[in-house]
């Protein structure tokens, strides 16, 4: 018997409790997954505000201390990482709090990560190629509760986190199964006071998610309806939390989106995200709002290979036109977000255009794109970009 359905490994997300007001639950999901003594790992901008006061609260109330690492940079690095290290074995800590955005989120997983391995371990040795993840003594990764508080990277239903070499200004995604948060509390609240141009570029993160997922080659069903419904969600919402960021409906299907975008694209990322990496590493623009100024150029760039799929999309979200209908709402979508215009909006310089596309054919994320990236096809795009 011939088939042409190919053989492919599926993970699918961890235990999630969703909900306004759920992060009152937080010190009993610690003490069921065996952290008595955690580290809350946030973000400066966010270890000050009532939010993160609140949910030490609640850890503190139930006796489990309210210990807090947040020297986490924007893109956060290897030196950010071995702060929170010494700071996680200086307190005896027993597991992480992720509590955040993407970077406090994705630092948090390093931490876990890498507090308990052998010293001749370096995290670069992780990164997410072939079975590397296998040099990690599995055992001593320590268990993560993600806590999100804005809906666009998803990291907290992932097993990988992205960390910047700050050597070679390149990110690197290091990836175990073991980084998968064994709890997520998703509370919409916790998203309102976001900053609007963070609910912009995160919202717009999740659209890219789950967009690149829906157009990648591979063969991932599950997938394929999680990111069109995803998108669907970010369409329908992000221009009202936006204008209105106290509507928590509107707030709790972002935060599903934001999910459902790191959830699809296990079945691969593309062009908008092996642009996006590059440039915020180099140029420490924020990742979302990078993928948001380069998405509508990828779509053309992409067109011969996704215009069917993506006119279904159109159908499915009741966008009329098809293609071109699709992009003209994204175009209509970025001006309502005030997100810049162009790469040379953010600061991009067109001498950099050459490095920019080395580091860009090296993204991992290239190899989910539809349509082959070449050093010449690339080169043009982010001419296109600017």
Request: charged share 15%.
């Amino acid at each position: 018997m011939t088939h042409n359905v190919p053989n492919r490994n599926w993970s699918y997300p961890t235990a999630i409790k969703f909900g306004v007001g759920r992060i009152a639950e937080l010190a009993d999901h610690c003490k069921a997954s065996g952290i008595t003594k955690p580290l809350l790992v946030t973000d400066k901008a966010l270890a000050s505000l009532p939010i993160t006061a609140a949910a030490l609260d609640v850890l503190d109330a139930a006796g489990l201390g309210r210990a807090v690492f947040s020297e986490v940079d924007p893109n956060p690095n290897e030196g950010n990482m071995a702060a929170g290290i010494a700071v996680y074995q200086a307190g005896g800590h027993d597991g992480v709090v992720a509590f955040g955005g993407g970077s406090a989120l994705d630092l948090g997983k390093m931490i876990a990560l890498m507090a308990g391995q052998r010293a001749d371990l370096s995290v670069w040795d992780l990164e997410d190629i072939d079975d590397w993840y296998t040099r990690a003594d599995a055992a001593a990764i320590a268990p993560v509760i993600a806590v999100p508080t804005t809906a666009g990277t998803g990291s907290e239903v992932g097993r990988a986190g992205v960390l910047t070499n700050s050597v070679t200004h390149k990110k690197k995604i290091i990836f175990h199964p073991k980084l998968m948060p064994v709890v997520t509390i998703c509370d919409p609240a916790l998203t309102v006071g976001m900053p609007r141009f963070i609910t912009a570029g995160t919202g717009m993160d999740a659209l890219a998610h789950c967009l690149e997922a829906y157009c990648s080659p591979f063969y991932h069903p599950m997938s394929q309806g999680i990111a069109l419904e995803g998108m669907r969600l970010v369409f329908e919402n992000l221009t009202k939390v936006y204008d209105n960021p106290n509507d928590l409906d509107a707030r709790a299907h972002m935060m599903s989106a934001a999910a459902m975008g790191a959830v699809a694209f296990q079945k691969g990322l593309g062009a908008i995200h092996s642009l996006s990496h590059p440039i915020g590493a180099v140029y420490n623009t924020h990742h979302g709002t990078t993928n948001a100024v380069v998405m509508p150029m990828v779509l053309d760039y992409n067109r011969s290979a996704i215009e069917e799929r993506i006119n279904a999309a159109a159908a499915y979200l009741g966008i009329a036109g098809g293609f071109d209908g699709f992009k003209a709402a994204v175009m209509d979508l970025r001006a309502k977000l005030s997100i810049p215009a162009n790469l040379t909006a953010m600061g991009v310089k067109a001498e950099d255009l050459d490095m920019l596309t080395d580091m860009a054919l090296e993204d991992p994320s290239c190899g989910g794109n539809p349509i082959t990236m070449t050093r010449e096809n690339t080169r043009a795009l982010f001419d296109a970009c600017m």
